[in-house]
């Protein structure tokens, strides 16, 4: 149960770090385009090839991620099955030292160790030694449909806000979306993970608002110079 739970927070804490990234990548190059120019159309096509591109991105890079852990936790098990049929005594000897570390008596240490390997003796070992569960192993697929959909969701905030905001009010009206999805992103990362609300979105918002004037900053002189 704890295992469950522990899994279903770091997938909400995931999901929240994949929408905040692609609410800052994503408003910091729309920012960057408008200060260069103020054209709807170029824009709209920065900002969606970078949602597209970012997402892809997430996705393909989280289903490599989580491929090459599944595939190290697969070898885990491997060795450990094949470990106990070649000493079972000794890996038993080694399950009772790991519960005598974690604070029990030599004697109940012993007898959990006892029970818990005749009930499912693979189980009992992933689980002491590696906290690995061998049937609950993280989907690559999922992981990184997972990133893709959370990112896509962050990066449509700017977007659509800056696609559909009055040219005249386009900057102002995107930083205030920009904003308010950091100050929600922050405040969920806070209270997933039982840190300080205020801190995490000080602290996201003053990422996000520093990539914007900086990626503005550069659009402005850029395109100035360029143009």
Known sequence: MKSNQTQMLNKLRAAVLGAN???VSTAGLIFGVAGATDARGAIFTAGLAGLVAGALSMGVGEYISVSTQ???ERAYISRERKALRKDPEGELMELTRIYEEKGLSSETA??????LSDKDVVKAHLDAELNINEEDLTNPMHAAVSSLLAFTGGALIPLC????APGHLR???????????????????????GASRRRAIFRVMLGGVLAMAITYGIGRLFGTAIS
Do not use: H, M
Request: avoid cysteine; charge should be neutral; hydrophobic fraction near 55%.
């Open 161 to 164: 806000a800056a696609i559909f």
């Open 70 to 72: 599944r595939d190290t």
């Open 21 to 23: 990234d692609g609410v």
């Open 171 to 193: 900057v102002y009206i995107t930083l205030a979306a920009v904003v308010a999805a950091l100050t929600l992103t922050g405040y969920y990362s806070a209270t997933v993970g």
């Open 110 to 115: 012993a007898r959990v160790a006892k029970e």
